[in-house]
């Protein structure tokens, strides 16, 4: 904690330093708080009889839901334009949004509407003695805990399994999949005893663990050595994944598109074509993938080929920033929307697998084009995205030395977490 203390000192602090600097002396005074609360996501119970709870679904509509509510017809055009206005709320989403309606008791009509679009944001409506409606919107306070888990891969383990038994929740898991997957390749650089590392963010509200929250450092002893990441928030507000050393671990290309998939074809200057027979290179890499997975655009770009061809079956080509290209093959069909001189971002989905044009089974065939020339996915080196410059390298490096701190702290006390 010494370091920590001198940064306090320091007049070149940023508020980053000094939030982590003060969460980590949290970390030293008080941080023993055995955690975890149960995971009850949505927490709505109380025996309120005059409170009636909806879960939107499909097909529900406002105007629908407060009808049946017993809300007369003007009402609910009041209550619709009051929500727009106050709220900006046009709609309600299926499976995601909840409408609490409150009564005085059970005979009486409903005063006060909650409608709950996240549950970090409640929209209530009253209603006045003279039927007129009001919206007030309340942010729910949230409180978020960084924890940390690690685990080791067992013989004949994926990275998934191993990550699962060491209690990393599935959405941190692939999104931690989805960052060591710039760095790492799966299918060769997983072995037995390997360990890995995850701190993320937990959030709580009231107490109750309500979800998630980001990725804040990853680790994993890779055979080609130690893969860390840290996310850090640049002076401009941007946030971005950066190694031990601050250079950006996001990378202009994902190598493996689709997450998890397993490697059933490498890349080849000369291999023995399965359906043609003879000898031909393989262009590409093939990833397993069943007919209708979403396939998504390896790197931000935009489509310039967008068609079908014997060899390919359906297929899309992008050109990336610099002089990369991307081709995916045999797909089932593609995304509506995208056209040739569609400019699309990192991940956004562009098709889905399948088998059409020369192909054996579903799967996806994925090439990298650099410079004309086809070269392996799996191992090109490609260029960072979002690299830092000369002052914000300088604050993250002391921001990643102290948050290396309490990852040390918390690797020895598994049962805290500390406090953001
Ligand atoms: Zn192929």
Request: charge should be positive.
């Amino acid at each position: 904690m010494k370091k920590v203390k001198e940064y306090l000192n320091s007049s070149v602090l940023t508020k980053i330093i000094i939030a982590l600097a003060v969460l980590l002396t949290l970390v030293a005074l008080f941080v023993v708080v055995s955690h975890r609360t149960p995971n009850s996501g949505d927490s709505v119970a109380d025996g309120d009889t005059c409170k009636t709870v909806v879960v939107v679904s499909s097909g529900d509509t406002l105007s629908g839901l407060l009808s049946a509510q017993g809300l007369s017809h003007n009402q609910i055009n009041e209550i619709a334009r009051v929500l727009k206005s106050g709220a900006g709320i046009t709609g309600l989403r299926a499976e995601r949004d909840k409408i609490e309606f409150v009564r005085s008791d059970d005979e009486s009509p409903v005063n006060k509407i909650v409608v709950i679009p996240s549950p970090w944001r409640q929209v209530e409506l009253t209603c006045d003695n003279g039927g007129a409606w009001k919206c007030n919107t309340v942010d729910i306070q949230r409180d978020t805990r960084a924890v940390y888990k690690s685990g080791v891969i067992l013989d004949g383990d994926s990275f998934y399994l191993a990550g699962m038994r060491a209690g990393i929740p599935a959405g941190i898991l692939t999104d931690v999949y989805d960052l060591l997957a710039f760095e790492m390749d799966f299918e060769r650089d997983v072995r037995a005893g390997q360990k890995f590392s995850v701190l993320y963010e937990e959030n709580f509200s009231k107490g109750t663990k309500v979800d998630n929250g980001h990725v804040l450092a990853v680790s994993f002893d890779a055979l080609r050595g130690n893969v860390k990441m840290y996310r850090f928030k640049k002076s401009d507000g941007s946030i971005g994944f950066y190694n031990e050393k601050g250079d950006g671990a996001i990378k202009s290309l994902k190598r493996t598109p689709i997450n998890n998939a397993k490697v059933t074809s490498s890349f080849s200057t000369r291999r023995k074509h399965p359906v043609l027979g003879f000898t031909r290179a393989h262009k590409g890499v093939d990833f397993r993938a069943a007919t209708g997975t979403p396939i998504p655009a390896a790197g931000a770009g935009r489509v310039v080929k967008r068609g079908y061809n014997s060899g390919h079956g359906n297929f899309i080509r992008i050109r990336h920033n610099g002089s990369f290209e991307t081709l995916y093959a045999h797909m089932s069909k593609f995304k509506k929307g995208v056209n040739v001189g569609t400019v699309v971002k990192q991940g956004q989905i562009i098709g889905f697998a399948g088998s059409t044009g020369l192909s054996t089974g579903p799967h996806l065939h994925y090439e990298v084009i650099k410079d004309g020339k086809h070269v392996n996915p799996l191992t090109v080196k490609l260029p960072a995205i979002n690299n830092l410059d000369g002052p914000n390298k300088k604050k993250f490096l002391e921001y990643r030395e102290a948050l290396d701190q309490g990852i040390e702290y918390l690797s020895s006390h598994p049962n805290m977490f500390i406090v953001l």
